[in-house]
């Protein structure tokens, strides 16, 4: 038995409120794919710009117009992350990913307040905690795609082949050679009230100047990158060590009076936000190894602050 089909003139577009749904699924793929907000958005853009660009006959043949948008926007993706290689050598300094701040702070890229619809609020989990998107930024391109989409969102290999245009067996041998690079560079993470309190000592220690507390509160083989892509002052290369890593921040602290430091989430886990007169000028990540701070990313570069608001009139140092 057949019927006949009502002329597609007079039918509703196929799963609009579906398409617009995916957004924010999308725009999580895309940032941990990029480490680039501005970026994850503009890629989101485009996947959204070539389903419209396609005539309603070519959008209705799509069985699963979802899985469509995941596969564009896993291509787009990887077309940047192509580009990025050769724009980050080039780059001032040490390029770090984009931070983020807690959901109540932050949307779409703008600083926002309880009203504010959380369609598009990326998800804060273990799999965009800075210490983690640093490991993706040793990846390549495909490796990065292939392990993102099957270990992070459970895409199967089927799908992630016909996305990066290899067989499902490489990659599968890509998302594995991947998770190997992560687990070894990953430390298993600390319960969430001792990466506050150490993080909060660490603050403390760095606000009163206290050198002799800074070094003890890091490891004697920690490591600090910041990230000014060349917009304003900072280290162009890592500080190694406890003891110089706690003298440059003496430092830091002595060349900026009147600097407020406030505890605040960064990706997801504790971290440090230093304010001027309202402003966000650094946000810092820190990766933590037992009882010491092991690692720190301090980002200063103003673009990658956009998501961050400023703070209120009675906001407490």
């Given at each position: ?46 996947t959204y710009t ?207 009076p009147g600097l ?34 092991a690692r720190i ?21």
């Open positions: 038995m057949s019927t006949t089909p009502e002329p597609a003139h007079d039918r509703p577009e196929p799963g609009l409120s579906a398409l617009l749904s995916e957004r924010r699924r999308l725009l999580n793929l895309a940032y941990r794919l990029l480490g680039s907000l501005a970026e994850a958005e503009d890629a989101v853009q485009e070539r389903w419209y660009a396609m005539t309603r006959r070519q959008q209705e043949a799509i069985e699963s117009p979802a899985a469509w948008l995941t596969k564009v926007a896993g291509r787009v993706c990887l077309d940047v992350l192509g580009s990025a290689r050769a724009r980050r050598e080039r780059y001032v300094g040490t390029w770090i990913p984009e931070p983020l701040p807690d959901h109540t702070e932050w949307i779409s890229g703008r600083a926002v307040d309880a009203r504010t619809d959380p369609a598009d609020r990326i998800t804060l989990d273990e799999s965009v905690n800075m210490a983690f998107l640093v490991v993706l930024e040793s990846m390549t391109p495909a490796e990065r795609v292939a392990f993102v989409l099957h270990d992070v969102f459970r895409y199967p290999f089927a799908e992630i082949a016909d996305i990066v245009g290899r067989t499902p067996a490489a990659c599968r041998q890509l998302a594995s050679s991947a998770r190997r690079r992560a687990s070894a560079a990953q430390a298993p993470a600390a319960p969430a009230a001792g990466q506050a309190a150490l993080v909060r000592h660490f603050k403390e220690a760095w606000q009163a100047r206290d050198i002799e507390a800074l070094v003890g509160l890091l490891d004697p083989g920690a490591t600090m990158n910041a990230d000014g892509g060349g917009l304003v002052g900072t280290v162009l290369h890592p500080v190694e060590g406890s003891e110089d890593i706690a003298a440059y921040l003496i430092h830091i602290a002595d060349k900026a407020t430091l406030l505890e605040r989430t960064v990706n997801g886990r504790p971290g440090l936000v230093a304010q001027h007169g309202g402003v966000t000028v650094t946000v810092a990540a820190f990766d933590l190894a037992g009882d010491r701070v990313w301090a980002v200063r570069n103003p673009d990658k602050l956009q998501a961050w608001p400023r703070s209120a009139p009675d906001e407490v140092r």
